[in-house]
Every structure is written in structure tokens, then in C-alpha cells.
């Protein structure tokens, strides 16, 4: 768009001197009723009771879950027999416990941190390639559940909770990490024994670092070979890396736990990947310039395709795929991905078939779906053209065979998700397209699939806009086999939210239920904004907290930027190193964009409300733009980008010291004495992935500069604020009492 049309369009905003406080400002509104936000955060989002993490069984015939009751978030395990359509529990975790409570270690309590796990008892669970055992963790303790004989038997480890709980491929042992080293159980010795030794906190093994697991969606750092004979293990050197500290001022007396943070222009973890046989002896260390390429981003062993690494360089512009010799540590590159802002990291892949792999890498604007050849000079068979804007493989059904059949994901917009499957093409000149697809979901909405190694079934899981995620059986002819069964309390309400594409972006407007069209409403943008992320999608549970705010009187909107995914390479990468503006530019323009089509909203009310990088955008919104955003409640923010992890911060920002002028423009510290509009600033003094230092750092700049503001420190609470339900309802009403205060009511 030209600085003309861009003018143009920000004429029609008001002028910086028309202040909020021309709107009504009660000393004291009327009660609030919270009585959904309490039966919301007691029952995580109405996710309890609801199915989670199935799995298929080997031979097709079981689909395993996790599900709690509608009341509690502590899940046991089910069995789902497909033949007889019905479901059975098969293993509590009250059945381990005994009337103990539930303890974690802090290594759990991290992992947990890192994936956003929020349920208690079985988090998950891991089948044997046979099927006929289940092998659970609960609280720090392993144990081995054998189906044919209903009895669980707990491992006799040594003392230390073991986390990411493996089964070797031939099902006769178990492996994790315990006390920073690697350690494997031999369930026929009744022994476990060290693969791995001299693991510290400062050089691990067999853990993935934080910034793998926050970032990378790597959350394991090691890996069976497929005779089961030997491991790959990570080792992680935190020498050097900064430690920060996370205190809790409620308990002083208690020294506050560590954690190697690396930021930018500083000291990165040293990651190196070693092979170890099983039963004993020296590692091969594999070889790669680890100056050049500082992160191992993903590792794979399979049966088919060997010792696979993708190795990232620290601006994360070139992406190697090589295979490894792990007999040598010789390491082969097989291809290059190249760009100049960044390369997004391929999930799951490479997939081998046979000889060749699935691969994923951008062709022109869009992603392409490829059959690989490692052999030089080949070029590959292209399974699912860009045209078809598919956004991930999800498996590959069976592995290898000429005749294996690819599921993949494709979005024919970006807000919402079908799964769809194709022949292999037998030629490069083949292209499959939507007219030779098989698409086992159509309804709009999110769907995901899960396979397992048999294809007697499948389980579909989908949530749209009328309804909360439910899990369904198939048969691979897709006759529909039932329901997984779900106890899970119903909303209440069913969100009025519309989605559209409104002008260049997709929007999401939700108005209250007792919406009157001769009213104008004041506005809450509901934002994120951050890269990688969709917010706008065909989703209820999306919209349940945001149609709460709308029925206290608000017009809640909802709009996907410039460096979203599912739009293509442009779009995405028009963010790079212009965190601070092309963002917020965008959401103003969608803002006024909607604003043309509905003349209910009231351009003169406009608040914004954000977490994570949505609370960056919120305070970004009231402080560069307070002629357009009245109010901002801002949870969690960055406030500068060189407090915040090297993977995800440099990806986008580039490295410092030669990106300074991108860190400087995008900072809001610099900002603090232009602010002009009421900011509520909210954070969790035990946030490990964005430290309560931002908001600090942004309080005492404001408070500087004699600026008022408000701000709201939740003690001992993390990035996760919605782990505590007491917490998140207070919050949303906190939240909804500032923007009353603040905008006012419909008039």
C-alpha cells in the first residue's frame, strides 16, 4: 500500500487530542456477573471431560485417550474398542497414587511449562510397537501397565524424577533422562542402568535446551536407533550462557530456582549430538561446523530413512537437512533451504519412504509438498503443489512402499484447517491436485487427524464455530466407526462471532447477545499478532471469552496481520525486523476497514487487550497509536526485544549489534514518556518465557517520566496464567471493569 493511501486511511482516525475521557466514567458500575468466567477457568476452557492425546493402537483395533471428569483436570486412560464401539477406563491415576498427592520435579514442572500442559494425573502415555502395554509417568514415577494382565507395575529407578519416558523400538526396554543423564530400564532384568555420564545442570544430556523446547517445538534431546541397540543423545553447554533468576516475593526465604536464558547478541547454548550403544561404551560424536550452524533443530532415527539432523544457522537463513553415518559421525548434506528473513522449521519432517523423504519448502509464495530423492541432481515429484496451500504433512500411511499414501493438512484460508490425502505420483510430470484429493473433513472448521502404523482406522478430531472439540473413529473406507465419549460440560452460550475477510484481512467481529444495531459500542480488539500464530479461525473456544466481554457491553474484533501464516511468503516475512510498526499498522487498518462496514462500532472507543506478544501489541497499540487505541490492557509483554530468547527473537529481528536500529524502533521502553491513554499493564512474577522484568522495565520508564498508569503483578503465577482459575476470572473482570471505567457503555 503507498504512504498516500496509508495517509488517506489515517485521516480517518480522530484527531491525538480527542481523549477517552469525553466518555462516561462511572465511580462504580454495576456487578459483574462472572459466574461464566468461574465455570469457565474451573473447567480449563470446558476441556474437561473432553478427550485428549488419542492414539491407535498397532493392529487398529484400540484407540487409547486421556479424558478427566467434567469437574477436575486429573485425566485417566481409556480404551476405545472399535470393533464393539465402546470405551472403557482402564487405568486412574488415583489407582498409583494411593491417596498421595500428586508431586512433580522441576525438571517436569518445566517440561510441562514449555508444552502448556495444564492437566494433571496422566499427561500422556506411550504404547509398545505390540500395543498390549502402556508405559505412564505420574507424579515423577514410571510405570508399565499391561493390558492382558489389567496390573501396573512401577519401575524401580534411582532417586530424581525421570522425564520424556521412551519405549525402545523392539518394546523390550525403557528409556529417559534422570539427573541430566540418560539412563535405559531392561523390564526382563527388572534394572535400569546409565547409557550416559557426567551430566551436570550446567552440560546436560539428553535434554533438549529451553530454546528448542519454547521455540523449536523440540522437546526431546535423544533418540532410539531402530534395532534399539544404540542412542543419539544432545549434549546442551550452558557455559557462559546468562542464568537468570525468577523470585518469589511472597516467599522470600525460598532461594529462587535458575535458568539459563540466552537473549540476544549474547552467549548461546553449545549444542553437540552424540551416538552411544545402549549397552555400553564411548560416544561417536557427529561433526558439523557448529560455529556456522549453532542449533540443532530436529533429529530423526527411522527404521527407513537412517540418522537424519536439520541443522539452523543463529540468523536462521539457511536450514541443512544431512544424513549422519553414526558408526563415523560423518555427516552428508542432503539439501539446502535458503531465505533471506528467515526459514520456518518443517514439523515431523523429513518422512522417509523407501529411499526417498517427504519434505516440505517454499516454492514462490506459497509451500510445496515434495517426494525427495537424497541422490544429487534429481529433481523431486512434487506430491501437493503450492496451489493447494497445504500447511503440514501428517503422516505417511503405511511408511514407505511405492503405493503409501500421503494425509497432509490444507487450509483453503487461513482460518480454518481439512485434512486431506493423495496418491503418491509416479512421475514428476504427475501433479495431484484438489480433483484427485480425498478430503476426509469439509465442515468449517479446525480439524486434525492420527494414524497409526495399521490402517484399519483413524481418529478425526474437529472443532468449528458452533462446537467444542470432539474426537471421532473412522475406518480407513471413512465409515464413521463413533464418538470418542465425552463428559464435558457445554458452554452456555454459543459465540456470535462472524469471520470474514474484510478488505486485505480476515476478521473476527462478536457482538453481544442483546446487541441493539441503533447503538454504538465502544470496541475491544482482541489481538495477537505475532508471527507463526493464527488468531482469526473457525474455532468456538476462541471466541467464548471474547463473547463474554462482548455481552458486558463492548463490540469485540479481531484482526489477522501481516505475518500470520497461510497467506504466503510475503505476507509472512513483511514483519522481519519491523516488529514495532508493520504489526500495529495493519491492525489499525483492519480496524478501519471494519469500521467502514459496521456502524455500531464507535471509532471513538477503542480499546485493545493482548497477552504474550498480544499484551506487546496492546501497549504498542495506547503508546504509538493513542489516536486511535483509548485504553490497552497489556498481560505478559515485551517490552524489549533483547530481553527476550535468542531463537524466536533473532529469527525475526536479526542479530545485534548489526540489527540495533530494528531492536531501537521496536522497544517500548523509548515510548514510555509519549503515553496519553490509560494502560493497565498485567504480569506473573514466575514467568519464565517473558520475565516480569518487561513489565517492570516499561513501569519504571513510565514512572520516570511521571506518567499514570496501572499495573496488576499476579505473585507466583507463570506464562500461563490460566493454570490458576481463580486468577484468570479475576482477571477478565478486572479487565472488563478498566475498559468500562475507561470507554464507557453502548450509547
Known sequence: MTPLTLMALLALAPAPDARAADAPRPEKGPALDTSFLKLYAETRGFLNGRPAKPKVAPDGKTVFFLRSEAKSSRQKLYAFDVEAKEAKEILPPEMLLGGIDETLSQE?????????????????????PTGTRVFLTISDRLVVY????????????????????????????????????????????????????GGTAVKTHGLAEFVAQEEMHRHTGYWWSPDSKFIAYEEADHTGVEVWTIADPFKPGVKPPEQFYPRPGKKNVSVRLGVVPVAGGPTVWVGWDREKYEYLAAVQWSRLGGLTVQLQDRKQQVLSLASVDPTTGELTVILLELDRAWINLPTDLPSPLGKNFIWMRQFGEGLE???????????????????????????VV???????????????????????????????KKLPGSETADHLTDEPGFHTAVFGESERSYVITSTTLNRLPQSTVFLTDKTEVGALPSVA?????????TVQKVGDYWTAVVRPRDFDPKKKYPVIVDVYGGPRHLHVVQAMRNWLIP??????????????????PGRGRDWERAVYQKFGTVPL??????????????????????????????????????????????AAVAGAPVTDWEDYDTHYTERYMGLLPESRKAYDEASLIPLAPGLSRPLLLVHGTADDNVYFRHSLKLADAL????????????????HMYTADPQVAERLWEQSVRFFKRHLGEPR
Open 489 to 497: 460440560a457445554e458452554p452456555p452460550f454459543t459465540p456470535t462471532v
Open 547 to 564: 463473547q463474554w466481554l462482548a455481552d458486558q457491553g463492548f463490540v469485540v474484533v479481531a484482526v489477522d496481520n501481516r505475518g500470520t
Open 369 to 395: 509438498i515434495q517426494n525427495c530423492s537424497p541422490r544429487k541432481g534429481q529433481m523431486p515429484d512434487i506430491v501437493v503443489p503450492a496451489e493447494e496451500n497445504p500447511t503440514g504433512v501428517v503422516a
Open 146 to 197: 499391561d493390558r492382558a494382565t489389567k496390573s501396573a507395575k512401577e519401575l524401580k529407578t534411582g532417586g530424581g524424577g525421570a522425564v520424556d519416558p521412551k519405549w525402545s523400538p523392539d518394546g523390550t526396554k525403557l528409556a529417559y533422562v534422570r539427573g541430566f543423564d540418560v539412563y535405559v530400564y531392561d523390564l526382563a532384568a527388572d534394572k535400569e542402568s546409565a547409557v550416559t555420564t
Open 108 to 128: 517436569e514442572k518445566a517440561r510441562r511449562e514449555r508444552q502448556r500442559v495444564t492437566a494433571g494425573g496422566f499427561t500422556d502415555y506411550h504404547l509398545d
Open 585 to 630: 499498522e495493519d491492525q489499525v487498518k483492519g480496524l478501519q476497514e471494519l469500521g467502514k462496514r459496521f456502524p455500531e462500532l464507535d471509532p471513538d472507543r477503542v480499546g485493545i487487550v493482548g497477552w504474550s506478544f498480544g499484551g506487546y501489541m496492546a501497549a504498542n497499540g495506547v503508546l504509538r497509536r493513542p489516536d486511535v487505541f483509548k
Open 703 to 718: 514512572f520516570r517520566a511521571g506518567k499514570e498508569f496501572e499495573m496488576l503483578p499476579l505473585p507466583g503465577v507463570t
Open 398 to 428: 503405511p511408511p514407505g512402499g511405492a503405493d503409501a499414501t500421503i494425509v497432509y493438512y490444507v487450509a483453503p484460508d487461513p482460518t480454518q484447517q481439512q485434512v486431506r490425502k493423495t496418491g503418491l505420483p509416479r512421475a514428476s
